[in-house]
């Protein structure tokens, strides 16, 4: 399949608010079930094992007038709470058979309790994660916490969850997350062949699709892309960051593009990329899980850091591993764990001597000529005083 084919097919996915490649898939099969969840981390290895759908619910982006979800939420908090309730309450995924909502943000939090309260007959569960990273305190609570999810899939689906069936689940994620890390240095290495536009979407598929039918797919498009005669552009390599709940429009990343940056890495869509080494595939499936959580996870806004002296050293990581010359900071207007956590990270580039620029966005922003005119002004600084 050619570059145009795959990104096309994923565009389609992406427009598609009424969820219909996961009515599909749920026709294709007697008794399949769906469950949704917010973007962020859940263990959808558990959901997998299951033999149910994981499905990203990532709002309705600029697709999507919000008009019943504004009398569920006030106005000065982010919007991808009000346009979930929005696709909820219009039916858009009543395909679905439950809702995740991870510890993102109060927000969130508050979300699950209005689902609870919308839809009774639906699983719907805030799925919290340990702020202590000790292995016998955060990490027992969060086995208990995968333990009860767990439970709760296994009764949904009327046989219980074996660690058999874990740890096959285990291993076929893993497998996803060393292609995605394997897209990603691709796309770092040389960005003008993997345009970070394409790599969103085919992020965004791997939202709706069986882990199954993503891995082959990202395979395919590294292959295309390669293949691909592109030409290579004077641009600035930066990091972007504070994308990590409510995802940016499809237009703000090709402004990006546009204004000369080379995006080279992000942190949309962090549940694909969350760990960052495999989780072991024998043993305790839960255990595993909670081990790489404590130590060989992403560390992000709504993931405490023990050790304050540690703040920001994974963007600056980023930043020297992928040969960046800037980050930028883009977070939805609102958000209180992005906007909470700039300054310091901004105090640990300008430690570094690392530039960078900042500005706040919505899922449903349409006024990208500032954003563009900003991000090329400080690649254009970038090119003429770094």
Same mark, same amino acid.
């Given at each position: ?40 981390? *859940?263990?959808?290895? =558990?959901?997998?094992?299951? /033999? @149910? +759908?994981?499905?990203? %619910? ?5 697709? !999507? ?23 909820? *309450?219009?039916?858009? =995924?009543?395909?679905?058979? /439950? @809702? +995740?909502?991870?510890? %993102? ?5 508050? !979300? ?33 916490? @995968? ?240």
């Amino acid at each position: 399949m050619s570059v145009a084919a795959i990104v096309e097919r994923c565009q389609a996915l992406y427009e598609d608010l009424h969820f219909n490649a996961v009515r599909d898939w749920k026709a294709a099969g007697e008794g399949r079930k769906a469950i949704g969840f917010m973007p962020f981390y *859940v263990p959808r290895e =558990i959901i997998h094992a299951a /033999g @149910m +759908l994981p499905v990203g %619910i990532l709002g309705g982006g600029d697709q !999507l007038e919000v008009i019943h979800g504004d009398a569920y939420y006030q106005s000065y908090i982010c919007r991808i709470p009000r346009s979930t309730i929005e696709l909820a *309450v219009t039916g858009r =995924i009543d395909c679905l058979d /439950g @809702m +995740l909502f991870p510890s %993102i943000c109060d927000v969130i939090r508050n !979300l699950s309790g209005m689902w609870q309260l919308k839809f009774p007959d639906k699983y719907v569960r805030y799925f919290d994660v340990p702020q202590n990273f000790e292995g016998g305190i955060g990490g027992s609570y969060y086995v208990h916490e @995968m333990a009860t999810l767990r439970e709760d899939l296994g009764r949904l689906r009327g046989s219980p969850i074996t660690d058999a069936e874990l740890l096959a689940s285990i291993t076929v994620y893993n497998e996803h997350r060393r292609v995605l890390a394997e897209l990603y240095a691709k796309r770092a290495a040389q960005p003008w062949q993997m345009p970070t536009s394409e790599i969103y979407l085919l992020l965004r598929a791997g939202m709706l699709l069986p882990v199954e039918e993503h891995i082959p797919l990202v395979r395919e498009y590294i292959a295309a892309a390669e293949a691909e005669d592109r030409p290579q552009r004077d641009n600035c390599r930066v990091v972007v960051t504070g994308m990590f709940c409510e995802q940016p429009p499809l237009g703000l990343i090709k402004s990006i593009e546009m204004a000369g940056c080379y995006v080279v890495d992000d942190d949309w869509m962090l549940v694909h990329r969350w760990f960052t080494d495999d989780v072991a595939e024998t043993g305790d499936p839960l255990l595993n899980l909670s081990e790489a959580y404590l130590g060989h996870s992403m560390e992000m806004p709504s993931k405490y850091v023990p050790c304050k002296a540690d703040k920001g050293r994974f963007l600056i990581e980023s930043v020297r591993n992928n040969g960046a010359e800037g980050v930028i900071f883009a977070a939805p207007s609102f958000c209180d764990p992005a906007l909470l956590d700039r300054p310091m990270l901004q105090k640990a580039l300008n430690r570094e001597g690392i530039p960078y620029t900042a500005f706040k966005y919505a899922e449903n922003s349409g006024q990208m000529a500032p954003i563009r005119e900003q991000a090329g002004t400080f690649a254009d600084s970038i090119k003429l005083w770094s």
